[in-house]
């Protein structure tokens, strides 16, 4: 076997040991990278859900719960409280965490950060695209974020 298919074979291997990829998050970086308009959480993900809840970096687990209204405790499995690289999805349906994922700030989430969530009728946001930069958010937040709501204030 020559050495490039031996070095295939290997990276084949490697890259199928980690996490794997949330379907919705999987959805979102491929419409990102198309140069899509918007993206519709409800439409794109597919399992039930009520609410979805986004998290920018560094968001403690006090205020992870305070906003789903419940202890949760995968939390610990995340790397939020601890990383600036990530921000946290979950998805909840009658007050049980259904799904959820650390999406990587290549596609920012982060001006979508909110203790209150969005229902599935509110969780359709544009795409952004600016100085090399991908960032969801609502038709009414403003470019700087100043409509966003602090749900990440390690105060509380």
């Not at 203790?115 to 969780?123: C, I």
Request: glycine content about 6%; hydrophobic content about 40%.
């Amino acid at each position: 076997m020559s050495w490039p298919i031996c070095l295939m074979c290997c990276l084949v291997l490697l890259t199928g040991c980690g996490k794997s990829k949330s379907p919705v998050q999987g959805r979102l970086e491929a419409q990102a990278a198309s140069g899509a308009a918007s993206f519709d959480f409800a439409a794109e993900s597919p399992f039930a859900w009520d609410r979805l809840y986004i998290f920018a970096p560094y968001s403690p687990r006090a205020s992870v719960e305070k906003s789903l209204g419940f202890a949760w405790p995968d939390y610990r499995q995340t790397s939020i409280e601890s990383s600036d690289s990530v921000c946290l999805v979950i998805f909840v349906k009658d007050s049980q965490v259904v799904h959820w994922f650390e999406q990587p700030r290549f596609v920012d989430l982060c001006d979508l950060a909110s203790k209150k969530g969005y229902g599935r009728s509110e969780a359709t946001f544009e795409i952004h695209r600016e100085q090399g930069r991908v960032a969801l958010r609502s038709a009414s937040t403003p470019v700087n974020g100043e409509e966003h709501d602090g749900a990440t204030d390690a105060a509380e």
